[in-house]
Each structure stands twice: as structure tokens, then as C-alpha cells.
């Protein structure tokens, strides 16, 4: 009896599958290549900026910032243990 209740009595459909119906819409994963060129465009500068940023500190003798060198790949704690010829 509790099941009949749950189900849509006959030659009716939910609201949300009308929505589908009428618009189409399918739920997908949204990856790099979705969100844009002006996305790429910035992530591009960003890790470019990065890299110099952290290249200049390495030149000066300083540590670069943790935000740079995860942007980068690298391991901030393996970057710590790496001493000076």
C-alpha cells in the first residue's frame, strides 16, 4: 500500500522530469577544457607568474612561498631539505 503512494499515478510525470524533458538538460562533470579559454588563459599566467616568482627567490638566496611551489608541483617539505652546494 505505502509503495502505491510513492508512485505517480498513472499517465502522470514529476514536475522534475517534465524540467528534463522540456529542456534537455543532462547532468555532466564540468573539466578544464569546459570552463573556457579565458580560464586556461589565467591558469597559464598564474602558474608562468609562479614560476618566476619563485625562480627569483631562489636566486636571491630566499625561500619561495609555499602557495608557488604547490602551484608548481613541487613539495614544499622536499624543497626545505634541499641544502646549498
Not at 500500500?1 to 529542456?23: D, E, N, S, V, Y
Not at 577544457?33 to 631562489?58: P, V
Not at 638566496?61 to 608541483?73: E, M, N, T, V, Y
Request: proline fraction near 4%; include cysteine.
Amino acid at each position: 500500500m505505502r509503495q502505491a503512494a510513492l508512485q505517480p499515478a498513472a499517465g502522470r510525470t514529476h514536475l522534475c522530469c517534465i524540467q528534463k524533458k522540456r529542456t534537455g538538460a543532462v547532468a555532466r562533470e564540468v573539466g578544464n577544457m569546459d570552463r573556457g579559454l579565458f580560464f586556461l588563459i589565467n591558469d597559464f599566467f598564474n602558474t608562468f607568474g609562479s614560476a618566476a616568482a619563485a625562480a627569483r627567490a631562489a636566486e636571491a638566496g630566499r625561500k619561495p612561498r609555499r602557495d608557488d611551489l604547490k602551484k608548481l608541483g613541487i613539495d614544499p617539505g622536499a624543497f626545505d631539505r634541499i641544502g646549498r652546494f
